[in-house]
């Protein structure tokens, strides 16, 4: 599998608005079922990587470092479609999902738990 070199213009670039960390909310859907399955973050270098990688590449605030999704775990995002919203303040990539899911917990979605205790979004 492979993901979608995806060519920005320096208009759609400058939209995007970074916090005072110089970073950016990234939302990820699948592209068949069109779930969400996570949320990370990027600085103006990882989404200029994934860009041109075609493939998710995020700042881990944690590890102040470049990670690229699915390096270790072979969970890798591959990328087809990406948006920034009206505002410019968050990004949505729309990905195949490669593997068994997103979540580092093992479940396909990082939202799997909803407030009320019913029945998880992933059917987990």
């Known amino acids: ?3 979608v070199a995806i060519t920005a213009n ?6 995007v608005k970074y916090d005072a960390d110089g970073l ?3 939302i990820v859907q699948d592209a068949s079922t069109r779930a969400v399955l996570m949320m990370a973050w990027m600085s103006a270098e990882t989404l200029a990587l994934t860009l041109a990688e075609g493939r998710t590449v995020f700042w881990s605030r944690s590890r102040s470092e ?3 999704k699915g390096e270790t775990s072979g969970e890798r995002q591959w990328v087809r479609e ?17 593997g068994d899911g997103a979540c580092h917990t093992g479940r396909y979605s990082c939202f799997f ?10 059917g987990g």
């Open 82 to 98: 990406a948006y920034y919203d009206c505002d410019g303040d968050t990004l949505l990539f729309v990905v195949d999902q490669d």
């Open 10 to 15: 320096d208009e759609a670039l400058a939209a």
């Open 66 to 68: 470049v990670w690229r």
């Open 113 to 122: 738990r909803s407030f009320d205790g019913s029945a998880t979004a992933d």
């Open 1 to 3: 599998m492979t993901g």
């Open 24 to 26: 950016v909310p990234a």
